[in-house]
């Protein structure tokens, strides 16, 4: 595995597979890598030739009050982690390599980034497409992989691509849990014992919306999201930022609960902002 | 020469001919072609393997009151234009063809598409750096020419591709002009015969501009923009919406003039709003 810290060269390095007849797959990553990153390396692995991660903490989708400055890093443990699933090209770029000059462009994708988290982090997914498309001009994967962990960060980006006509296939992959069900993440390093035993709260307050939904043909989303709201709240540690049920596609909410739905929490607790999400059907 | 109009049929046109190693020159077009977009493909068929062109009158780049309805069309002329200056593949696609669903996806470089045509066209630089990164996802050109006639369009287009690390050279060439002095548009065909033989004054105009700087040494901008609004002015034909002389690398205007200069005019004539510049140095 090679580990790359230059544009031009993980550019040459992609360049000459794809000039070998070689599929290229790409593993975006903020780095800190941990079993949830490694199931996108794996099935990257398994869909095409090369495999290429970045490892970049992008600067553009942090905003000045947020955990840009002590955002966790270990470049070696996640070179580790990489090889051992399956990566040929690490990019793991400066910020000064990344952004040389002000970067005055930005994309932004309407509509899909105006709610849950973009309602919560004003200008996040505007660095998330704009970083996105750049890390896919520079790789230009045939195939993009991203958790659906970050549920509507991977609505924004199959948009983006989709509205830019982008050469490149967006896989969501299943968000992989602790066996307490706690979703897997780079900012639970932020919990102390205490946070880390509470975290799984939210996940349980996820499965009560699906069973309400599920179970009881519950159609109507203030009570889902009540009973969310419920469950997340009496755990004193947590301060809730939404608990939503949108339909799957759009990201709205609907009057009635119909069809492909998501359910998507956002909670501080501590020194961290955890997100997670699981599917229902209705 | 093939006129193609589905984007799947245009690249795995242009997929083809790059998996052959060919290098690919993109020329994007509006259409209703002249010879200023002639000299841009000729280029192109001196540098580049295979040229493409794209015809698209793209509605993201026109406000509600612009000439979007009006814009001349003409596929026919075009296509035996664009076959006599070596262009190989014209991608002509409907609008539906291009954004067949709501375009949630914008792009914006911000600073520099803030003055001068920025600021009399709200959004339409957008509209430009959008359709433009998906016409280069879409064509995968090596190298893509622009005229410097729609020059801050020029200075845009560069940025959005650093900033975004597109894997494209973007080529400026110079504007071509009518014997007259005219600068070639595709909005001339708006003009009657009174206007047609008003319009040169705009090329004058810049033409005095620069000599002020040149020859006299002229390095107060506001002499000079009042020297061109002057010469634009007293033909009672035209309504100036701007003159300027501005920074040649970041458009802005410099408290004292020097170094590489660019002076620019926008001025409505009848039904056409018609835009000029040329260089200075001091």
């Not at 031009?8 to 800190?32: H, I, N, Q, S, W």
């Not at 930005?106 to 970083?131: K, M, Q, Y």
């Not at 947590?238 to 939503?244: K, R």
Request: charged fraction near 20%; glycine fraction near 8%.
């Amino acid at each position: 595995m090679q580990v790359i810290d230059t544009i031009a060269a993980f550019r040459k390095a992609l360049d000459g597979e794809r000039a070998a007849g070689r599929t290229v797959g790409l593993v975006p990553t903020m780095g800190y890598l941990h079993d949830g990153h490694a199931s996108l390396m794996r099935r990257a692995q398994a869909e095409c030739d090369v495999v290429a991660a970045t490892i970049f903490v992008n600067p553009l989708q942090f905003a000045a009050n947020e955990d840009l400055s002590s955002y966790p890093r270990d470049l070696d443990g996640d070179t580790a982690l990489a090889a051992a699933a399956g990566v040929t090209y690490i990019l793991a770029p400066s910020v000064k390599e990344m952004y040389p000059s002000e970067v005055l462009t930005s994309i932004r994708v309407s509509t899909l980034t105006e709610t849950l988290d973009g309602a919560s982090r004003p200008g996040h997914f505007d660095g998330v497409a704009t970083v996105v498309a750049k890390l896919f001009n520079i790789a230009g994967p045939c195939r993009a992989y991203f958790g659906e962990k970050d549920y509507q960060q991977l609505a924004v980006v199959r948009r983006m691509a989709s509205d830019l006509s982008a050469p490149v296939e967006i896989i969501g992959c299943p968000t992989v849990r602790e066996p307490d069900g706690l979703a897997m993440s780079s900012r639970n390093a932020y919990l102390t014992a205490d946070e880390r035993a509470a975290a799984p709260r939210l996940y349980q307050a996820l499965q009560t919306g699906r069973r309400l939904i599920e179970d009881e043909g519950e159609s109507d989303p203030a009570v889902v999201r009540n009973a969310m709201t419920g469950v997340v709240t009496t755990e004193p540690l947590f301060t809730l930022d939404y608990a939503e049920v949108v339909d799957a596609g759009d990201l709205t909410v609907p009057p009635v609960l119909a069809g492909e739905l998501r359910l998507l929490i956002a909670a501080k607790i501590g020194r961290a902002r955890l997100i997670d999400n699981i599917g229902a059907t209705r």
